[in-house]
């Protein structure tokens, strides 16, 4: 827990490891180089990799793999990210060099949750005629989007199990001292654009809208958070640019979703009562329509955007679960064979 903490850096509005800390992402490159939660053996792009060399895909020459630091987010103008600006390096010569390896072929981009969010944000870091010429399709399955949602309120406030630390135990609150350093833990906080003057938060005492987020952040406990937030995630919340590429995204629907966390008594320890509406048992239906409007508000992206709600997918099992991974694999396969 130490020694993964972060420390947000107030003069360069960064985040870094503590001194003396390094990290490293393993087998940059490798189809094969994603690691799995022994808690959560569907969190992982295994079975869809299984998927794509059984179709042909061969791992590197055809098909590769980018894994990241998911204590941090992709950046948006405007900020710095010291880890993002060299991952989205890699990312670039990954991309160049695999082009190279196959006679000048674009890449199609995949991504899953927060996978998805560092895919778009990469895709539209990049100059438009980088785009132009190495990005053939972007596939998002679940992206996280700037309209945020709930579920990442409620593990700030009562933790967790995302990773699994050996012997940390009960998981999710052992861990949420560190949990609550990260920037991945705050920047898909809801937005009030989306979300409004609604309650999400509710307790005796008072209740919290996504305009009072920050306010939420003290009342749990971490009100250290509070700076970040407003020079990080709030401007993520107000930015949008279409990639300007072919996209399909795939979102599942009609699971019960947390809309509203009750902490009646204060008590961010304890398990929150939960109001559920819409949605892919993670992100809210309301922040999948508006990514979805914000798409097509671009005419020109409009005519290469294409989303698709698939009923009882969830967050975790799309591209896991045979008929959702089956949806999954047609959209690859049909972009592969159609641009």
């Not at 508006?290 to 020109?300: G, T």
């Not at 005519?303 to 969830?314: D, H, N, P, S, V």
């Not at 975790?316 to 045979?322: A, F, R, Y």
Request: charged content about 25%.
């Amino acid at each position: 827990m130490e020694q993964m903490s972060l420390v947000y850096d107030s003069a360069a509005g960064d985040y870094r490891n503590l001194p003396g800390v390094e990290t490293r992402v393993r087998n940059f490159g490798s189809s094969r180089g994603f690691q799995r939660n022994p808690k959560h053996t569907d969190w992982c792009l295994e079975i869809i990799r299984q998927e794509l060399e059984r179709v042909g895909y061969r791992d590197g020459d055809t098909l590769f793999g980018a894994p990241y630091d998911l204590r941090h987010a992709p950046p948006v103008p405007g900020q710095s990210s010291a880890v993002f600006s060299r991952y989205f390096r890699q990312l670039t010569r990954l991309i160049e060099d695999a082009s190279r390896r196959n006679q000048g072929r674009k890449a199609i981009l995949f991504g899953h949750s927060f996978g998805g969010m560092v895919a778009l944000e990469f895709v539209r870091s990049t100059p438009m005629a980088w785009r132009e010429r190495h990005i053939k399709h972007l596939v998002l399955a679940a992206p996280l989007t700037a309209g945020g949602f709930m579920q990442p309120v409620q593990y700030f406030a009562s933790g967790s199990d995302l990773l699994f630390v050996p012997g940390a135990e009960p998981l999710a609150l052992t861990l949420r001292p560190m949990w609550r350093t990260f920037e991945s833990a705050i920047v898909n906080f809801p937005s009030p654009a989306v979300f409004g003057r609604r309650p999400l938060v509710i307790t005796r005492e008072r209740n919290y809208s996504a305009d009072d987020m920050a306010d939420f952040l003290a009342a749990a406990g971490y009100g250290a958070a509070a700076e970040a937030s407003r020079r990080r995630a709030v401007p993520r919340m107000g930015y949008f640019q279409a990639p300007m590429v072919p996209t399909t995204v795939l979102n599942g629907v009609g699971n019960e979703t947390p809309e509203q966390l009750v902490y009646w008594d204060g008590d961010f320890d304890a398990e929150p009562g939960i109001v559920n509406g819409d949605g892919d048992e993670a992100i809210n239906l309301a922040s999948m329509l508006a990514f979805d409007e914000q798409m097509r508000r671009q005419p020109e992206q409009n005519k290469l955007f294409k989303t698709i709600k698939l009923r009882g997918a969830t967050h975790g099992t799309i591209v896991t679960k045979d008929w959702s991974l089956k949806r999954v694999m047609q959209e690859i396969l049909e972009a592969n064979r159609i641009y």
